[in-house]
């Protein structure tokens, strides 16, 4: 069974920051792409970062760019997503997921088959 279980998530005043962590059990990460969504209340699911495979590629929705970090530790199947500078606009569920790409990486949804579950970010005072 491939899963993915998200973490790290809580509630951070703004300015502050925060590291998700995606966990990957029941497959090899190393053979994925993975990309973090989020999604808040009464809006579209919207792409935040991915990253390639060997990790050497890597895409920020313009909202995040220099304020937030992808990576991945193949070795420990985990990518991280390490968010600083938060803002309220950041609250959402953040979601990770899998795709079994072979370059690079994209930032939609349709394009990744496997999912995890979420995990609540709320920035406020």
């Known amino acids: 069974q491939l899963q993915l279980v998200e973490s790290g998530g809580g509630l951070v005043q703004p300015g502050g920051s925060l590291r998700l962590s995606c966990a990957a059990s029941g497959f090899t990460l190393d053979d994925y792409a993975i990309g973090w969504f989020r999604q808040a209340t009464g809006k579209e699911r919207e792409g935040v970062s991915c990253i390639s495979r060997g990790g050497a590629r890597t895409n920020y929705g313009d909202s995040v760019k220099g304020r937030f970090t992808i990576s991945r530790d193949n070795a420990k199947n985990t990518v991280y997503l390490q968010m600083n500078s938060l803002k309220p606009d950041d609250t959402a569920v953040y979601f990770c997921?899998?795709?079994?790409?072979?370059?690079?990486?994209?930032?939609?949804?349709?394009?990744?088959?496997?999912w995890g579950q979420g995990t609540q970010v709320t920035v406020s005072s």
């Open positions: 997921a899998a795709a079994p790409t072979t370059l690079g990486c994209t930032m939609l949804p349709l394009t990744y088959p496997n």
